[in-house]
């Protein structure tokens, strides 16, 4: 056993869509989804859920699942990641080496890539320190770019002969050593390891534009997922 927890950050609240973790995406709260895809994980031991909301942490009836009330002060939408992590674990009665920060913004994350993920870092513990889930768009390279000005200028290009592939953060997982984490209060740093998804989808729900389609994804099976 190798002492991976696995966090869940459930604030209540949210402006670009009301309610959104408790709002029902395929007939399940989307708060259950980074819980429902921990549970799937080999490789993760115990599974915290951190929330400003009782109603919020009630959702969750497996007992033993760790439930983590945080204060107001850093369960606002500029608080910092990093500081919920730091309050959920110091709430925490054992000690573990590595944190898996699973968001319900991102419902369409194969669990099988997390252990992917997890094994890594583990086997390259001398040489990666965190991994961060990428993934990369072909059609939207910066070649393709405009300057948003009075002149607005758009630098245009051949994209099949453009063939190097840019990458962003996808958001599906961020997972670090806990003492790394705590030096740099980060996760993205000079050893982190950026890991590609094949299996898991970019969703980043933030507007229900974004919620519809992973809905969509969902309810069309083009995502192999299973409550």
Same mark, same amino acid.
């Given at each position: 056993?190798?002492?991976?927890?696995?966090?869940?950050?459930?604030?209540?609240?949210?402006?670009?869509?009301? &309610?959104?973790?408790?709002? #029902?995406?395929?007939?399940?709260?989307l708060l259950l989804y980074p819980y429902k895809i921990a549970n799937k994980c080999k490789l993760i031991n115990d599974i915290a859920i951190t929330s400003d909301s009782?109603?919020?942490?009630?959702?969750?009836? $497996?007992? &033993?699942?760790?439930?983590?009330?945080?204060?107001?002060?850093?369960?606002?939408?500029?608080? +910092? %990641?990093? @500081?919920?992590?730091i309050h959920a674990l110091s709430n925490l009665k054992k000690n573990y080496k590595y944190i898996v920060l699973l968001e319900p913004t991102s419902p369409l994350t194969?669990?099988?890539?997390?252990?992917?993920?997890?094994?890594?870092?583990?086997?390259?513990? &001398? %040489? %990666?320190?965190?991994?961060?889930?990428?993934?990369?768009?072909?059609?939207?390279?910066?070649?393709?770019?405009?300057?948003? &000005?009075?002149?607005?200028?758009?630098?245009?290009? $051949?994209?099949?002969?453009?063939?190097?592939?840019?990458?962003?953060?996808?958001?599906?997982?961020?997972?670090?050593?806990?003492?790394?984490?705590?030096?740099? +209060?980060?996760?993205?740093?000079?050893?982190?390891?950026?890991?590609?998804?094949?299996?898991? #989808?970019?969703? @980043?729900?933030?507007?229900?534009?974004?919620?519809?389609?992973?809905?969509?994804?969902?309810?069309?099976?083009?995502? +192999?997922?299973?409550?």
């Amino acid at each position: 056993m190798h002492d991976v927890l696995c966090l869940i950050p459930a604030r209540s609240g949210s402006k670009g869509l009301k &309610n959104k973790n408790i709002k #029902l995406l395929n007939k399940q709260p989307l708060l259950l989804y980074p819980y429902k895809i921990a549970n799937k994980c080999k490789l993760i031991n115990d599974i915290a859920i951190t929330s400003d909301s009782k109603k919020y942490l009630n959702f969750f009836k $497996n007992k &033993n699942v760790i439930k983590i009330l945080r204060p107001k002060k850093i369960s606002q939408s500029k608080s +910092k %990641i990093y @500081d919920v992590i730091i309050h959920a674990l110091s709430n925490l009665k054992k000690n573990y080496k590595y944190i898996v920060l699973l968001e319900p913004t991102s419902p369409l994350t194969s669990s099988k890539e997390i252990d992917k993920a997890i094994k890594l870092i583990i086997s390259k513990k &001398n %040489i %990666i320190d965190s991994v961060v889930s990428v993934t990369s768009n072909h059609k939207f390279l910066s070649v393709f770019r405009a300057s948003l &000005n009075k002149k607005s200028k758009f630098k245009d290009s $051949n994209r099949q002969n453009f063939t190097q592939k840019e990458f962003y953060f996808s958001g599906n997982f961020y997972i670090a050593k806990i003492d790394y984490l705590k030096k740099i +209060k980060t996760f993205v740093g000079k050893n982190t390891y950026y890991f590609p998804i094949k299996d898991s #989808l970019h969703t @980043d729900i933030d507007d229900i534009k974004d919620f519809m389609i992973a809905e969509m994804f969902l309810k069309k099976k083009l995502f +192999k997922f299973t409550l």
